[in-house]
Nanobody, 126 residues
Framework: QVQLVESGGGLEQAGGSLRLSCTAS????????MGWFRQAPGKEREFVAQ????????YYADSVKGRFTISRDNAKNTVYLQMNSLKPEDTAVYYC???????????????????WGQGTQVTVSS
């Protein structure tokens, strides 16, 4: 069993930065993958970024590549999403997810993940 706790959301001006954190507790994350997704009002949840815990391999959505960076801190059992050059289109609830059986061979979909955080609101004003 895994629990995920997210933090770091808030209000930011376009062009600014925010860093989201997702701290995991429970089972070991070796050989696992964690991802970030977001959901804007009236829209489906969409993929943002993922990282494989053991190797550090990453994937990004085209819409955030070059602006967002996903990383992990093994000692803190925490995954981060550094968001730079924010745009109003980034406004959404951001969720982190974990899949203990996902080894990082491909970009994973929403339904591939086993565990989800509660979400944190990010609002970017123009």
């Amino acid at each position: 069993q895994v629990q995920l706790v997210e933090s770091g959301g808030g209000l930011e001006q376009a062009g600014g930065s925010l860093r989201l954190s997702c701290t995991a507790s429970g089972r070991t994350f070796s050989s696992s993958t964690m991802g970030w997704f977001r959901q804007a009002p009236g829209k489906e949840r969409e993929f943002v970024a993922q990282i494989t815990w053991s190797t550090g391999r990453t994937y990004y959505a085209d819409s955030v590549k070059g602006r967002f960076t996903i990383s992990r801190d093994n000692a803190k059992n925490t995954v981060y999403l550094q968001m730079n050059s924010l745009k109003p289109e980034d406004t959404a609830v951001y969720y982190c997810a974990a899949g203990l059986r996902l080894y990082g061979s491909r970009r994973y979909l929403e339904n591939d993940y086993e565990y989800w955080g509660q979400g944190t609101q990010v609002t970017v004003s123009s």
